[in-house]
């Protein structure tokens, strides 16, 4: 019994139920202590003016009405990891060998267009770090060969296909080859999407990075400026609690080949087929059920001859899908075969 307010009580099954009705949701098993599950629950009754645990299991089971209830109970429980190249070896298998393994393929084809996903984005450091990644070793250094991607309007659906690249706004790389570069960045927290669509980040966050990629990525922006709102092009500007201090925004030419939306990965709205899914550190949080089905869908999801990056203490615990492992320096990537298995799909 863990006492929460005056009057107020959670019982030790009532965690329990809700431990498992997260699971049954979400996939996600919640792996922290008792005791810090039962001081959330207390802050998000006193937040929501609700008056019992009961209440709380009672609109948690009720999500379909409100499916926004959930991730809002979520936020601030999960034990979310990320940050800016977080994991380098990834990113630089993806532009050292998966990028030039792509435009090899795709060159001979039509114009190169190269889809990546960012699964479980958190607050956008890892979709910014793929589009850092992808500016700093296409050809000619600093972006060159990226076609930028108007905007893409987002629906309660899932993620529209962009409109066509703006005109005027590409340069040709690798010969005479043009990129068209879109990378979708997903997760279940509204409030994190928020957090990566605004791209606005404190500076000790891309601590450790070249003060040349910061430069051609970032702008700096003044205190004052966040103080009072004069954030232009930046989605809820001062009204987004936005923390006073220096700060880095995304340039536009960067948020540019970047979407952003939410989405449950146990639940996942279709979204076309990738070339690059990155899945880090998600399959850790999943019960062993829900990383299969997971994994089979991201199989699915792949173009034929694509990759999945997974950090590097995961394991594919799908053992029959069809992927070939691929190391290029100490790294290892998992690719779908051009002729991938019938059985789960080209």
Known sequence: MHKLMAGVTILEHELSDLRLLVERQTGILLDCPNSALAAHVAEYLETREMQSPAELLHSLRAGDRDPSFLPSFLDGVLNVNTGFFRHPGAMNTLAQYVVPQLYARKSEDGPCTLRIWSAGCATGEEAYSIAMALCDSLPNGAGNGLKERAGTPRNAGGIQDSPSPREGQSTKGQGTKDWSVHIVGTDLLPSAIEVAERGLYPQSALAGLPPASIRAAFSKIASANIQNGALEGVPGGAASGA???????????????????????????????????????????????????????LHLYLEPGGYLFLSQTEKLCAPNLNFRPEVFDGYTVHRKPLAASAAYGR
């Open 243 to 297: 923390p006073v201090g220096t700060h880095l925004l995304v340039k536009p030419r960067l948020r540019s080949l970047v979407t952003f939306n939410t989405m449950n990965l146990t639940k996942p709205v279709y979204i076309g087929r990738f070339d690059c899914i990155f899945c880090m550190d998600v399959l850790p949080h999943l019960s062993r059920p829900q990383r299969t089905a997971l994994l089979e869908r």
